[in-house]
């Protein structure tokens, strides 16, 4: 494991997730809970693709585990893609 496989460094490209939230109220709120989180710049929902994903933008630091365990919190799963697409 390294430094960007288990945390988000800042920077305008994010980190995409992807989660089995489905509803757009549930994919709200997910976005309302993690940018209340010390460290998220912004929360972008792409709901047109499947299974629905959301960006996260950061201005610091943030570890990966403490948004999945934020939106687990939610009863959701949030599963990051890869560092960088190929």
Do not use: Q, R, Y
């Amino acid at each position: 494991m390294s430094l960007i496989t288990k945390n988000m460094i800042t920077g305008n490209h994010g980190k995409v997730f992807e989660t089995n939230a489905k509803e757009n109220h549930d994919l709200e709120k997910i976005k309302d809970k993690l940018s209340s989180l010390d460290g998220i710049k912004d929360v972008i929902i792409n709901a047109e693709v499947f299974p629905k994903e959301f960006t996260v933008h950061t201005t610091e630091l943030v570890n990966i585990k403490e948004i999945e365990s934020v939106v687990k919190s939610l009863g959701f799963h949030a599963i990051p893609k890869t560092p960088f697409s190929l």
